[in-house]
């Protein structure tokens, strides 16, 4: 699926409609420049599910986790990580649990100790513009994306 999205408001619009048909358990890969959008999208899930607080990327921290009333959100930025062992040492497979949904930036940083994403999203920069390449890599994650694309 490739969407267009004219300005910000558009890609916190399509983000919410993302999260509005994310089952729990599920993986998205944030994938863009940087100043593409990543952070920006998951503040669009984030305020979708009615999260009112800052949402600011977890380029220091690693992880962000934002506890919502029936799930809790993950958010990670691998963009510093020097080498994915790290994420062993932080215990990353804790993170995916049938009860949480987790969006990680710079997946490619992580490889091979992440698993597969049920989604992936590219963002890129067109101008103020943004545009949005979404697949599927999982069965879940192709019965997301044709709820999305439907709705």
Known sequence: MNLFLPDESATLEFAGRVFQALPSGCLVFLRGNLGAGKTTFVRGCLRAAGFSGAVKSPTFTLVEEYTLPDRSLFHFDLYRLNDPEELEWMGI??????????????????????????????????????????SAHTEKGRELLAQIAMG
């Open 93 to 134: 497979r804790d993170y995916f649990r049938s009860d949480t949904i987790c969006f990680v930036e710079w997946p490619e940083r992580g490889a091979g100790l992440l698993p597969e994403a049920d989604l992936e999203i590219r963002l890129t920069l067109e101008k103020t513009a943004r545009r949005a390449e979404v």
